[in-house]
């Protein structure tokens, strides 16, 4: 399996200062080469500018700037690859049909991360082993930083990445070969249905809440974002409102973070088999389209987009889609089975004779079947047809 390992970095000042240095020449790179495959698309000729090309002039670049010739030469490389990927998948949403989305320049708080395709080519993991204190990683140009490694890195690290997040910097490690560790066969099966009111509910009952982290620290973000927006630009105190701004996101980040693996551990230590719905955060949040008004050219009728900007709120607040994904990767590691069944219905569905309707949910929290008048907390019945509909789906694939 691969698997990717974090750990903070514990730079000094001087270190940070050369961190801050290369991913701002790592930015430059990425727009100067943005740059250049725009102005070739824009030329009479329209010529053709390709990874290769740009990589190929990597070396005239690091002759002439001393600045850029500091930092590695794969970490450059793979900076190119980054922008050529963005324009694989640029012709590849343009065929299909989809939004574009050209690439951008990257702004100053755009770009935060730099990667080394391979351990020991500009970089180096654990490049002083059997440090009498902590860990080391060895950057060219940077020098040794500490590492707080808080758990042992398993399998053969592959790329070296380092990534700024508001005033700390991070080290992630990419691993292959990582052995699995499959857990003892506990003989039990759940479903699990996701929500706003409570972050997940178990078809045995169990109810796992939703702080939200995010409300809960509006009234800190409100102030600090006030105070942003008095700051001249380009000012120290600027500088300061911004990472007061990025520290408060990133303390709810890792709550939320936090939150859902204590919550996926606790699932994939008790059952072998976890039935989630297929649930796409990205379509559920989008915003609602515009109604124009027939009547009045220019205008628009109410489209309900205020009513839906409140709970696409509390959806993104709830983090479906970390929990989710935190929960797949511990099912994987642990030999537990995650399948995924269409959510279409399953709130409306009555668990017990399977009328489905509407009105069978008139409140948020109870479900009344009008069929057979089965009572019970909704959350609870949606995941009973969950697990339902995953045993089904397991057993077709088995068959």
């Known amino acids: 399996m ?3 390992f974090r750990f903070q970095l514990r730079p000094t000042v001087r270190q940070a200062v050369a961190l801050t240095a290369m991913v701002e020449d790592h930015q430059a790179l ?8 725009r102005d070739a698309y824009r030329h009479p000729s329209a010529t053709t500018v390709r990874y290769g090309d740009q990589s190929a002039q990597l070396t005239e670049i690091r ?14 490389q793979a900076t190119l690859r980054r922008l050529d990927k963005a324009f694989a998948a640029f012709f590849r949403r343009v065929r299909a049909g989809e939004k574009p989305g050209y690439p951008r320049f990257k702004g100053a708080h755009w770009f935060d991360t730099v990667e080394w395709p391979k351990d020991g080519d500009g970089c180096r993991w654990d490049s002083q082993p059997g440090h009498p204190t902590q860990t080391r990683v060895r950057l060219q140009g940077v020098g040794h930083v500490k590492v707080n490694q808080h758990r042992p890195v398993q399998g053969t690290v592959k790329t070296i990445g380092v990534k700024r997040e508001g005033g700390r910097w991070y080290v992630v490690l990419s691993c292959d070969d990582v052995p699995a560790r499959p857990l003892a066969p506990t003989g039990v ?85 976890i039935a989630v719905e297929a649930l796409r955060v990205a ?11 027939p009547e009045r050219p220019g205008t628009f009728l109410p ?27 511990k099912a994987e590691s642990a030999g537990r089975t995650v399948v995924e069944v269409p959510p279409a219905n399953t709130s409306r569905t009555c668990a017990v004779c399977g009328h489905c309707h509407a009105d069978n949910r008139r409140a948020q929290a109870v479900f009344t079947c009008g069929g057979c008048g089965h009572t019970a907390h909704a959350d609870v019945n949606a995941a009973v047809n969950i697990l339902r509909v995953g045993l089904a789906l397991q057993a077709a694939q088995a068959a």
Request: aromatic share 4%; glycine share 8%.
């Open 189 to 273: 099966v759940t479903g699990v249905d996701m929500g706003v009111a409570s972050l997940a509910t178990t078809s045995e009952g169990r109810h796992v809440g939703n702080p939200r982290y995010l409300a809960a620290a509006a009234g800190r973000l409100a102030r600090a974002q006030r105070e942003l927006a008095r700051r001249k630009r380009g000012s120290a105190r600027r500088r300061k409102a911004v990472a007061k701004v990025a520290a408060l996101h990133g303390t709810v980040r890792r709550q939320r973070l936090d939150l859902a693996h204590k919550t996926a551990l606790d699932l994939v230590r008790d059952h072998d088999l």
């Open 30 to 37: 990425y727009n100067a080469a943005l740059q250049e495959r």
């Open 2 to 4: 691969r698997r990717t």
């Open 303 to 329: 489209n309900g987009q205020t009513a839906k900007a409140g709970l696409n709120k509390s959806i993104l607040d709830a983090g479906w889609g970390v929990f989710l994904a935190v929960l797949r990767a």
């Open 63 to 76: 002759a002439a700037d001393p600045d850029h010739a500091r930092w590695s030469f794969s970490s450059q």
């Open 283 to 293: 379509n559920m949040t989008r915003r609602v389209a515009a109604r124009p008004d």
